[in-house]
């Protein structure tokens, strides 16, 4: 990950607005309540939206990003909700959480550069306890074409960069499948996911 991708995130989280939103995305809060409260990480986790909202409804939060704009945002945020959450910056090999600290672990959007996506995904799942679960939305495959007719969707704009229900079961081999679908859904997360889309869906518990 390069020092021009942490400049993509900091100009855009250095706006004044918030660029998805200050509310939850809708997938992790219909997951997040089915789960008892415990310890929780998320991963690229920006300006902090749903970082927050898991700490107001009593999770222990850790969260990292690369964006020390994106932090800075989401500690305004937490502390406008009055929650404080653990934020990180930095790439996840640098960053130090333990073995099986965590209950639970989202990926909202996280769209990691795909060369080191596997790996990103292989240390994070060393970082969950045994019946821990994962929960991940992200743009499938399919959303190029959506992007086409719709570029206000938002998204990455090249094909590896977007998720394959394939590519997750082989990513996260040892867990149980709760949900794993690509499907269209429309968003309206802040200035930059709106319309409709193409996501990928995710929900494992490691065995």
């Known amino acids: 990950m390069t020092d021009t991708h942490s400049k993509r995130w900091n100009d855009r989280y250095q706006e004044k607005e918030f660029a998805y939103g200050t509310k939850p995305n809708e997938f992790f809060k219909e997951q997040i309540l089915k789960l008892k409260t415990g310890k929780i990480l998320l991963g690229a986790e920006g300006e902090g939206r749903n970082a927050v909202y898991a700490a107001k409804i009593g999770w222990n939060v850790s969260a990292f990003d690369i964006s020390i704009e ?3 945002k989401a500690l305004k945020l937490a ?4 929650v404080s959450i653990d934020y990180q910056v930095g790439l996840l090999p ?3 959480y333990g073995d099986e600290e965590f209950d639970a672990i989202a990926l909202i959007y996280a769209h990691f550069p795909p060369n080191i996506r596997t790996a990103y995904h292989k240390i994070l799942d060393k970082k ?3 019946g821990g679960i994962i929960i991940l939305e992200a743009f ?3 959303n190029l074409e959506y ?3 719709n570029p206000k969707i938002g998204g990455p704009k090249n094909l590896d960069s977007l998720f394959s ?3 997750l079961k082989s990513d996260f081999g040892n867990y149980e499948v709760l949900e794993l679908v690509e499907m269209e859904i429309e968003l309206n997360e802040g200035l930059y996911h709106n319309g409709k889309g193409s996501v990928t869906r995710f929900v494992g518990l490691k065995k």
């Open 70 to 72: 994106g932090k800075n």
């Open 79 to 82: 502390e406008e909700n009055k």
């Open 94 to 96: 640098n960053l130090n």
């Open 128 to 130: 969950l306890k045994k």
């Open 140 to 142: 499938g495959k399919n």
């Open 147 to 149: 992007q086409k007719k």
């Open 165 to 167: 229900t394939d590519e």
